[in-house]
């Protein structure tokens, strides 16, 4: 993951109404509307949750609405406001030759920029791609493949460009993303937990599900920021938010096969989600080769 680093606004003079103002203006005129930073809102492949995530966060969007200048989200609006922007938030993996060309037209017109899920992150559920012949897939899935141009990896953004802070989940957890466009704001960094689920599942009162029931649970070595939801309602954590920063997937994978998982199976609780997450690709991988202990 990208060091999570202040995401500081580039500063603005556009006005509320999207005019421009002067650092110069005679004090005396009447007060201008605050200065918003330009926010746009960008989609490679994906299912489109994690923008949902934004849009669901009713309370607090229309205070971000009056915070920012939102000037590019087709999901929301087709009003464009040409860039530069101050702030991208980018949503989706790279898998076309085009799409590496419009996330390196993205970074370059992006003040800051901050992935948002894990398809962003880590290439998401697609990346599963990264293990096939795509090509294989394509003749079979496509009546005339020749028409597609694809790449035979989905990836994150950060394989690609430079990446100011990475939001984990599938899709993002709304709060969190509020803290990410705060943080923004007030030119700090964001205060995102990277601690493991289990924290949360204590914080919670859970009893552990793989003690308690033997189910399998990702739990230990995913970061939190779902608030342990499977957990809390007695099911094993899936690894939504990916990796969390100090992984142990050895011993991880050690006590799967203790609750009687068999190897392709403990291969399968890795690659989901965040199958392209560094962490998650090198556990599967020791797995399927054998390697694990
Ligand atoms: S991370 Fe999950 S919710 Fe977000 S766009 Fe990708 S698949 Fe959808
Ligand atoms: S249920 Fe999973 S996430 Fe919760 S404490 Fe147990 S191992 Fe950790």
């Not at 970061?223 to 957990?231: N, S, Y």
Request: hydrophobic share 35%.
């Amino acid at each position: 993951m990208t060091d999570p680093g202040t995401t500081t606004p580039a500063h603005t003079h556009e006005g509320a109404d999207g005019s421009h103002t002067h650092g110069d203006a005679d004090a005396s005129q009447a007060p201008t509307a605050p200065a918003r930073p330009k926010l746009a809102v960008w989609k490679f492949a994906s299912c489109d949750g994690c923008q949902l995530s934004l849009l669901n966060c009713e309370d607090e969007l229309l205070s971000i609405a009056g915070a920012v200048h939102i000037a590019y989200f087709p999901e929301a609006t087709r009003a464009v406001v040409e860039g530069p922007y101050e702030l991208s938030l980018v949503e989706g993996s790279i898998t076309t030759p085009e799409d590496v060309k419009r996330i390196h037209e993205i970074r370059a017109q992006s003040g800051t920029l901050v992935t948002i899920g894990a398809c962003a992150t880590a290439g998401g559920i697609q990346a599963l791609r990264n293990w096939a012949d795509v090509d294989e897939y394509r003749s079979i899935v496509y009546a005339h493949p020749e028409y597609l141009s694809t790449l035979d990896t989905s990836t994150g953004i950060a394989s690609h460009v430079d990446v100011d802070y990475e939001l984990r989940g599938c899709p993002v957890d709304k709060s969190q993303l509020v803290e990410v466009l705060a943080a923004f704001l007030g030119g700090r960094k964001p205060r995102i937990p990277t601690y493991s689920v289990c924290v949360e599942c204590k914080l919670k009162g859970n009893v552990c599900v793989p003690i308690a029931s033997g189910q399998p649970c990702l739990g230990p070595v995913t970061q939190a920021g779902c608030g342990a939801l499977c957990p809390s309602y007695g099911r094993g954590c899936y690894g939504c938010f990916g990796p969390q920063d100090s992984t142990n997937t050895d011993s991880l994978t050690h006590q799967l096969r203790k609750l009687g998982m068999r190897w392709d199976d403990i291969v399968r609780v890795y690659r989901t989600f965040n199958a392209g997450a560094p962490e998650f690709e090198a556990a599967s991988n020791k797995v399927a080769a054998g390697g694990a202990s």
